[in-house]
């Protein structure tokens, strides 16, 4: 059975956060893989990816990004995927039928929707997207499509929590020297040291570009193996790779 979490906040829109479960894949990619970019089996990745937009938005089509980890926005009006996707880290839309989805083992996966103008956006927020505002770029783009920022309706998927973040002096700098205010963003860790809270930031960033309503689902990726790929946890163990779970919305049928 495939694994998601959906949010009161978008129940007007088709979404998930899909989770590891219901697939077929093996191995270190059980089972839900939808990594295009993971040595899995490439047919494989397209069930599961198949599964996975049949779950959350039958009869829509699918739209992914190469990601690069940078703040840049497309806007959409037609359905692209492998291997004709964007080097882009978010993607908006108004029209109906596309399904975005952005695919994250750790990083934080946003999805967002302005009920009133029927405007809907995914973005992808790892540390140097996030650093460099994807989500405000995003919001900027879902307003040149006529949404309103404080009619966004931002929600952030599972990700990598403050507990499982650690990060040397360097990373902290480079938030810090953006703004002496990121450091709030930093507990005290081991000596030289610190835990980042990346979904915390998220929310600030969302916050800074007119969305008042955000939703964090709060889910640590690297700490629930059972449901969830992690980047992190897959390095820490030295595996030579790792699954990616995609997140998803699409406007009303």
Not at 79 to 85: E, L, S
Request: proline share 6%; net charge negative.
């Amino acid at each position: 059975m495939i694994d998601a979490v959906t949010l009161p906040a978008l129940a007007g829109f088709r979404h998930a956060f899909l989770g590891r479960q219901g697939g077929v894949s093996s191995g270190l990619y059980a089972s839900l893989n939808m990594g295009l970019g993971s040595a899995d089996d490439p047919a494989n990745v397209a069930e599961n990816r198949r599964r996975g937009l049949a779950h959350v938005a039958p009869g829509a089509a699918l739209a992914s990004l190469y990601q690069v980890h940078s703040a840049d926005v497309v806007t959409l009006t037609q359905a692209v995927d492998d291997p004709a996707r964007p080097r882009a880290d978010a993607m908006v839309t108004a029209t109906p039928g596309l399904a975005l989805g952005i695919l994250t083992a750790d990083c934080a996966p946003v999805l967002l929707a302005d009920p009133r103008a029927g405007v809907i956006g995914a973005a992808h927020a790892g540390w140097k997207g996030a650093l460099g505002d994807v989500t405000g770029a995003t919001v900027s783009a879902m307003t040149a499509l006529g949404a309103r920022p404080e009619d966004i309706v931002a929600a952030i998927g599972p990700c990598i929590a403050r507990a499982s973040y650690e990060v040397d002096s360097g990373f902290q700098g480079r938030f810090c020297d953006r703004d002496p205010e990121n450091e709030r963003f930093f507990a005290p860790g081991r000596p030289g040291h610190h835990q980042f809270d990346l979904e915390g930031f998220v929310v600030h960033r969302l916050a800074a570009a007119g969305v008042r309503t955000i939703i964090a689902t709060g889910i640590d990726t690297c700490a629930d193996e059972s449901r969830w790929f992690s980047y992190r946890r897959a390095t820490h163990r030295g595996e030579p790779d790792y699954g990616r779970q995609l997140s998803l919305i699409a406007l009303p049928a």
